[in-house]
């Protein structure tokens, strides 16, 4: 409780000395900064709803500790992700997928491998956590703190101008932007909570939020927010609704940091790193507190300072089981398969860990792709064929080159062990030669997969895409846009 209550007073202080140089915040839109602001950590049960993509609610646990936040997407109902077919039946059930924004880092991963996929917070890639700390204060789910998520407009020409009146006891503050016109509708008897937040242009009101609240450890929150935008159904039905169905507010047995051990990765993890644009840079190793190279952590497992930790163990384990028990049945090629699926890269060719890679990657920039342009059903099923048949392509030229994928691989890890004085530079050469061999392979990603996709969205598409950029465009920091 000291913790909180200094952070309080910080934050009230800090907000008497931005009322004193000029910045013109209205009090009630402060007194919510106010009330909100300090929620230092935050232990969240929630669900979301998107009906435009499915008609199940999917459920998510948010963990915050400052500038820190994991995400936990548990699927839906029945833990199913992603569509289900046009009957119903519930598609395979797999583990809790897990993502930490930290450091300037979203971590991301599966719940299944020993890897996990790194990328860089920016402008360009932005998490896509959204920081509950700020829900029901922006007419659109923010991805932003509370503070960006009241204040920020992108590029802004001019200074807001604001308007304020009271309504039947609410506190309605208007800020006239260069984009639009955004309204919170505050209440002073419950947190200086909004329940009601719209963005207009023109008289017209582009997008909406609508919250209920209630009180969360003595905290004034939205249990439930509903989301309405005038490009579906005449902004007449709801775009998107989310519920809290638990809220753990500022309780002192919260972490005060969180790290990638708390979504589950620890020592041995292989980490996936990739560029701001998506694309694979390389592959490093997790030593359970910071990213180092393969080759550091072979030779500080030969010396004996480092080792897997019990959650990459268990799964090595369960990767062996899988493997030994399609052996017994007389099934190499099973094992290898449900042991890439479903564990880690044990049993696996040189070629295969390729293959395994490379479907993991294409795919979610398929899926990105998919999502950025919000592309209909005919048009989503026509970008997961030309995925397949990408796919194909690569294991065919994979299935002919399996053998020198091994020789490879089996030069490296002999030169791996060995004494060799120009060890370094040998494996620098077949490095070489691996990326020499893997050439057609990115061909087909750059010259096929990406150049077929780009044909399916239409101007419109296109367009309003364009317009979702600007509107979410920041100089220096990643998240969701204000109008």
Not at 63 to 82: K, T
Request: hydrophobic share 35%; with cysteine; aromatic share 8%.
């Amino acid at each position: 409780m000291t913790r909180m209550w200094f952070t309080l007073a910080l934050a009230h202080f800090l907000l008497l000395v931005g009322s004193a140089l000029g910045q013109g915040h209205p009090e009630p839109v402060r007194n919510l900064e106010w009330t909100r602001g300090p929620l230092e950590t935050a232990h969240i049960e929630w669900s979301w709803w998107k009906p435009e993509r499915s008609s199940h609610f999917y459920f998510y646990t948010s963990r915050i500790a400052g500038d820190e936040i994991a995400l936990d997407q548990r699927g839906d109902e029945e833990g199913v992700f992603g569509r289900r077919s046009e009957d119903q039946v519930p598609a395979r059930s797999i583990p809790v997928h897990r993502t930490l924004r930290a450091g300037g880092q979203a971590w991301q991963y599966s719940g299944l491998s020993l890897s996990v996929d790194v990328y860089p917070v920016s402008d360009r890639t932005p998490s896509g956590l959204p920081d509950l700390r700020a829900l029901g204060m922006s007419y659109m789910l923010s991805l932003r703190d509370v503070h960006d998520t009241l204040w920020f407009d992108g590029p802004q020409a001019s200074p807001r101008k604001y308007r304020v009146t009271v309504e039947n006891g609410l506190h309605v503050v208007r800020a006239l932007t260069d984009q639009g016109e955004i309204t919170w509708y505050l209440d002073p008897e419950r947190g200086w909570c909004p329940v009601r937040v719209t963005c207009a242009k023109d008289g017209k009101i582009l997008q909406e939020s609508r919250s209920t609240l209630t009180q969360f450890d003595g905290v004034w929150f939205p249990q439930r927010v509903v989301f309405f935008r005038s490009t579906y159904e005449d902004g007449k039905e709801p775009c998107e609704v989310v519920r809290i169905h638990s809220a753990s507010l500022n309780q002192p047995e919260h972490p005060l940091r969180l790290t990638p051990g708390d979504i589950g990765i620890d020592a041995c993890f292989n980490v996936a790193m990739h560029d701001e644009n998506g694309k694979p840079v390389g592959l490093f190793k997790w030593d359970g507190e910071r990213i180092i190279t393969i080759e550091e952590w072979n030779q500080r497992e030969e010396a004996g300072e480092l080792k897997p930790g019990p959650h990459a163990q268990r799964l090595a384990g369960r990767a062996r089981d899988i493997v030994e028990r399609a052996r017994e049945r007389g099934d190499p090629k099973l094992a290898a398969h449900e042991a890439g699926s479903r564990a880690t890269d044990a049993g696996l060719t040189p070629a295969a860990l390729v293959k395994r890679s490379l479907e993991s990657q294409w795919e979610a920039y398929a899926r990105h792709f998919i999502e950025r342009y919000r592309l209909n059903k005919e048009q989503s099923d026509k970008a997961w064929a030309i995925l397949k048949d990408c796919q194909e392509r690569a294991n065919r030229y994979l299935a002919k080159r399996e053998k020198d994928f091994e020789k490879l691989d089996k030069e490296a890890e002999a030169l791996k062990k060995s004494d060799a004085k120009d060890r370094a530079q040998r494996l620098a050469a077949i490095d070489k030669r691996h990326r020499k061999l893997m050439q057609p392979i990115d061909e087909i990603f750059e010259k096929q997969l990406k150049p077929r996709l780009e044909k399916l969205p239409t101007r419109a598409q296109r367009r309003a895409e364009e317009e979702r950029e600007k509107a979410t465009s920041k100089p220096a920091k990643a998240g969701g846009g204000q109008p």
